[in-house]
């Protein structure tokens, strides 16, 4: 179903040009698909499209390739949508939250420290759940892996992605949603807290810089799922989840 | 946040009646949770009231306690949604599709074999998805922890949810939904595939027994994705996760 094998390849690829894998995605290639001269594979650059491209020589560190053919991914969301989530002590949950986001099709991935968050972030944390994201974006045919960053303070991460039209705050004891999350349209950021939720004054902060605070319902999600539970909806509100909502506009 | 520490008792529950705690949920009570003599815990049924019970004795088996109030839990979706899902390799990816299906709301869920799916149910197994749906359901505070079934045949799963409304068939080769999820009202069945998806004969046997197919998109999701990404749409639309849609019918 998957057809070609897909990696990102190091810089800017163009048709007729040589493309270089290396490091992990190199490894990879090599020792665990045991990509050989002569295969032909697909190679990503960020940019949104794919490459085909066919493997030429494979050396101790890199692999060098022709690159043949250039397509349309076709597989990116049309509508911008960021996602801030509240970083977690448990890896696995931060891992899964990256990894749902890059499937359902999150373009820019925001981690954070706040008031009630005790999680601590560093480099090499960083670097996994960027490898976690160019794992599943490959693995869901998308031609762009989204960015993790790291915002070591609530405000940080509330700048970084308001650029978005929709400026979404999940927030735990919130109990009427202050915009219809069904009936958005355009770019769209969505903030979901840490195991500890956020302080009132955090939400203050929110709104103080142009945040709309949303309820997830009555029920008490976990972290994890709030996140996936909010993507979900906002990308089926944008029509990016199916052909349900928001279809009619771009047909 | 989450107050008295909740329990599953033995059998039904009434106000002046004693109550016993025994088996998985006497041991978490006495060993665990340190739960002595005197303490006051929050006791489930299964029939959607919560009772607090004070411990009168704690015996080597069991635990024994004066029911003293019922309350209206109050979680509960108001909508029946039922999932069936395509029972997976990967033990924590089933796990992972019913806890999240517990906390998202659903009512009932129910684990099949399918043509593409090649993973094997025991009891053991079974008994496993029915604590994590226990589990799931007194950490999201729901009063009623929805029971995990398994059916050795599609068709089987397909008949035991087809008493909803409306009829969900998410299918990865299918490019138009036939009902628009976003507008749903009334009890919900909703079913997802495993990791093989479902053949063209399966597809027609949905639309045989009255399950409209739809289209969760361009990206492809991984199964337990899928099931999750569905569950929050439909929970949405029925205005259950959160205000948005669905909720001006109810005020």
Redesign the interface.
Known sequence: ??GLKRFFADGELSVGAEAVLSGDEFEHAKNVLRIAVGDEVMLLDGSGKEFSAIVSSVEKRRMVLNVVRADDG??EALTDVFLAFGYLKNADKNEFIVQ?AV???VKRIVAFSSQYSSAFMNENKLERLNKVAREAAK????SVAPKVEYCSDLKSALLSVSEAKNKIFACEFQT??QT????ITGSTALVVGSEGGFSKEEQKLSEALGFSS?????????AE?AA??LV??A???LG??????GSEEKI
């Open positions: 179903m998957a076709g597989r749902k499937e359902l099709g693995q869901c045919l998308r009427e949603s219809a999350l069904g009936a949303v309820t997830l319902g009555k029920r008490i999600l976990r799922t996936v539970a979900s909806v990308m089926f509100a990016e989840l199916g052909d349900g909502a």
